[in-house]
């Protein structure tokens, strides 16, 4: 790994995660979604990479498009979750073709049709064995010019003993290289503050970018609480309850409580903004317009 600047170690960053198309005639589309993204002046966007590694491909070409055509730095997420060593690598050197060298280490979770075999042919077991082995000689020349983020739990990962075993499984990503954390979603801001606090008691120092979400519709709740475990603070449950049967009004109300989640965050000092953008370049505008 370098010791040369990049975006992982800029003082302030407003991030975008998108997702690659599912099908193969949809990229036109995406690119059109990325251009509009790209004109919000994000620092940095970050593409998801299925777990499994089938569709790797498609993370990295839509990551060649922001690095290369836009010239946004991208990041792409990498997970191990039925990954060979040699899958990975491969992955890895399409993505420095690229010019794409900032990667997102991540363990994924085991899709519900991957086989015993695939899962059980996994060479890496958490993010932090990804990192640490492009720390290790036997990644030799691959591992020049990488540069690592990684997840972190504001509530918790869903399978931790407690906060305190996260937190120190995290710190051991940031001692084997990781430069960047980025949150998962939550709509409860005490969550992250506390959650600041106590991976700065254990060590943390590498900035770490809190993951918002914008809810723009009752249909998302159910599914992104049950992906995130995130807990819904009776603030914005009172908004469901009044917007949820219209559409209009929850997609506003939905945009307005993300804006003053990231206004609030600001005035606490947290200069790191990640937007969940779902590859709605409408909403994401909108909620870059209201928090500048
Ligand atoms: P890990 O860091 O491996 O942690 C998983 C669990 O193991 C935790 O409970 C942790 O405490 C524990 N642990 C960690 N390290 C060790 C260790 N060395 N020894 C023992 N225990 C350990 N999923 C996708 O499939 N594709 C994506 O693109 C994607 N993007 C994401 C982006 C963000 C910002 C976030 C927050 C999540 C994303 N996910 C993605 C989901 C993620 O893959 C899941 O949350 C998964 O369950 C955990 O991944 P991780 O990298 O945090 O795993």
Do not use: W
Request: glycine share 8%.
């Amino acid at each position: 790994m370098s010791d040369e600047k990049t975006v992982f170690s800029k003082e302030k960053t407003l991030s975008f995660e998108v997702f690659p198309p599912k099908k193969d005639d949809e990229f036109a589309s995406a690119f059109e979604v990325l251009d509009k993204l790209c004109a919000l002046k994000p620092d940095y966007i970050s593409v998801t990479y299925g777990a499994g590694g089938s569709r790797a491909g498609k993370t990295v070409e839509i990551c060649s498009y922001i690095q290369n055509k836009l010239g946004i730095p991208a990041i792409s997420h990498l997970t191990t979750v039925g990954a060979s060593k040699a899958g990975i690598s491969e992955t890895v050197s399409s993505l420095k073709k690229e010019n794409v060298t900032h990667i997102m280490a991540l363990r994924g979770d085991r899709p519900a049709d991957m086989t015993d075999e695939a899962y059980d042919s996994r060479e890496f077991e958490h993010a932090s064995d990804l990192i640490a082995y492009f720390r290790s000689e036997e990644a030799g020349e691959l591992a020049t010019g990488l540069h690592f983020a990684a997840a972190c739990y504001p509530e918790k990962h869903y399978e931790a003993f407690s906060m305190e075993t996260d937190l120190r499984n995290l710190k051991l990503k940031q001692d084997l290289g990781a430069e960047h954390f980025i949150s998962q979603l939550f709509f409860d801001n005490d969550y992250f503050y506390t959650f600041l606090e106590k991976a700065e008691g254990k060590g943390i120092t590498v900035p770490v970018s809190a993951g918002i979400m914008p809810i723009t519709s009752p249909r998302q709740i159910g599914t992104i609480v049950a992906l995130s475990g995130s807990s819904i603070p009776k603030q914005f449950a009172d908004i469901i309850a009044k917007y949820g049967e219209n559409a209009d009004e929850m997609r506003k109300a939905g945009i307005d409580y993300a804006i003053r989640q990231i206004r609030d965050l600001r005035e606490n000092g947290v200069y790191h903004i990640h937007i969940y953008s779902m590859n709605k370049p409408k909403t994401t505008a909108e909620i870059v317009g209201g928090i500048n």
